[in-house]
């Protein structure tokens, strides 16, 4: 029998593969009974056949999180294992590699430091670097499938061109399939004539053409809007504009430019979550169409509109 040690590194290769967590389970069932029983039990409540849908443990769960807070703001767990994570750039530059060899982690956001609980956050939130070109630079980054830069309640980054040159630049792109800067306001430097050239430029490289989700400034692909029906909230998709449109007559088809591969199940009732979004794309479910393939009207046709009751979390 493998070693834990063996497995994990194998998981963390392979995320998306419930095989190589099952084999982790057996491997650490005499040692620590609990945590191998956590992993089959959630590993079944992520298959609808199973019929489980109770989730697991809340403190076998903490407890496995726990140590990836010294490290994190936040770790949250998929199948037994922590699949995503919130933290200081800083960190992931110092000690990223360290974080990724003890979990199969696909997304990492980075925010700034948020305020203690109980201190009342400033009206105007403070304008903070976004540190994008150091974490372009850096060699951790190829391990990642999903990164998004989110402010926090009191900080917001602030992102400027040389962080999307940065990013235009990076070597370590190749395995990443979401990709999102923070959301704020338009910085006066990023003007009409700059943006189009960014995603131009962007889906030149193989790396961005197989994206799932690209977030940078003067975004050309099909959005969505939100409206209320009465008591119903209404989430539905707007149409590709003529920009996107040119980006795929060169390129062929461009997940990242079409909601269908964000917006889950056609019976579903909410969005995926980016993680969720990476593991369907590991498991061959995703994109909606093959990257590159011709162009066709198919292709622009938009999901049906997603609803849910008001005050519902979605």
Not at 116 to 143: K, T, Y
Not at 149 to 165: A, L, M
Not at 179 to 197: G, H, K, T, V, W
């Amino acid at each position: 029998m493998r070693t834990c040690a063996e497995i994990l590194k194998d998981i963390c290769l392979h995320p998306e593969l419930d095989e190589l967590r099952l084999e982790y389970a057996n491997a650490c069932e005499a040692k620590d009974p609990s945590h191998a029983a956590y992993i089959r039990h959630e590993i079944d409540v992520s298959r609808p056949e199973s019929g489980v849908w109770r989730r697991g443990s809340e403190q076998i769960a903490k407890r496995i999180a726990h140590p990836f807070l010294q490290d994190c703001y936040d770790a949250r767990l998929d199948r037994g294992f922590v699949e995503e994570v919130t933290m200081d750039p800083y960190v992931f530059i110092e000690r990223g590699d360290r974080l990724l060899d003890r979990a199969p982690i696909r997304k990492i956001t980075f925010t700034p430091k948020p305020l203690p609980l109980g201190v009342e956050a400033p009206l105007n939130r403070q304008r903070v670097p976004s540190l994008v070109p150091e974490i372009m630079a850096c060699p951790h980054l190829a391990r990642v499938y999903a990164i998004e830069f989110r402010s926090s309640n009191f900080q917001c980054w602030f992102t400027d061109v040389p962080d999307i040159e940065s990013v235009l630049a990076s070597p370590y792109l190749d395995r990443m399939l979401i990709f999102e800067l923070a959301s704020q306001r338009l910085p006066a430097q990023l003007d009409e004539r700059y943006l189009p050239s960014v995603w131009e430029r962007a889906f030149e490289r193989p790396a961005f053409r197989k994206m799932i989700s690209v977030g940078f400034f003067g975004y050309p692909g099909e959005g969505s809007r939100t409206y209320e029906d009465g008591w119903i909230r209404v989430t539905e998709a707007t149409s590709m504009p003529e920009a996107g449109r040119a980006l795929e007559r060169k390129h062929g088809y461009l997940p990242a430019l079409h909601v269908a591969n964000v917006w889950g199940p056609l019976d579903s009732q909410v969005m995926l979550f980016d993680s969720e979004i990476v593991l369907d794309v590991l498991r061959g479910n995703l994109p909606t169409f093959p990257v590159g393939a011709p162009v066709t009207e198919e292709m622009y046709a938009l999901p049906p509109a997603k609803r849910s009751s008001l005050g519902n979390d979605w």
